[in-house]
């Protein structure tokens, strides 16, 4: 952003039906912001249909009630000076877009309509399916995508982390296309509700319009309940205190140590892992690196 926030000033709200907001406004600002986190990450997956989240988020940019061309809604945000884009993570989803500061009133309906009303139109959910199994293809052949679905695979296997993310044509060819349908909608209907989002929005427009525009487009959606978050330990004795060897595709060498640790998001104002992130990754004279360059052991350390 070219303008500095103060979450500090920020206004909260919390519609009647669950949905919490954060507003910032930014009186100098050209642009307006908008960021929703869904609680519907691959953790919520099916155990038989793995990637369904990810199929999810890519579906909702394929039509809407108001907005029924696959990716009519890019195109809308583009017109208002601004793009749309989205990912799927863990325990959440994220939806976010930039408009011009004064097009947030016409451009969060749309918003709203392409979170709340999806269409799945079969033909879409066919192409979609392809594309993802492109994605995971190349996926395929970064060694650091490829580092991160071996800390999946020697996880916990009860753990939800140990889940496969991307989803491909082979998983989703098991099920026919009608039955996908029906199972995302399911998706979408049990996770995609008020109590279950958080919403941001930065923009220039006085808070009160905000307030009245945030209500307008999520006032009436449905409250639902908030997803399960009661995980079971994601690392054993079992699988702690393992060396894991593996040939990578591109010619490097390194040295992972990962450490498995408390949550710590509640500690977000303190951020104790900012200090020892910095203290291990420090360039410094004295410092760890400094100490293995001179033995001619490392040329990077990243913390």
Known sequence: MSNTINFENAHHITLPNGLRAMLCHTPTAHESY???AVRAGHFYDPIDCQGLAHLLEHMLFMGSRHLPKPNAINGFIEQHGGSINAWTGTEYTNYHFNCAGDALAQT???FADMLRQPLFEEDSLSKEINNIHAEFEFKKKDDLRRLYQIHKE??????PFAKFSVGNSDIFSKHAVHELKRRLRSLHN????AENMCLCIASPMPLEHI???????????EQGSV???????????KELGVQINIHPLQDA???????ALPALQNDFRSKPLNYISHLIGDEGEGSLLAYLKNKDWALNLIA
């Open 34 to 36: 908008v960021s929703m």
């Open 108 to 110: 969060l309906p749309a």
């Open 154 to 159: 020697t996880c916990n296997p009860e753990h």
């Open 190 to 193: 049990t996770f995609y509700c």
């Open 211 to 221: 307030e009245a525009l945030i209500n307008q487009c999520f006032g009436s959606m």
């Open 227 to 237: 997803a399960n978050d009661n995980w079971p330990t994601l690392y054993t004795e």
């Open 253 to 259: 060498k390194r040295m992972i140590v990962t450490f």
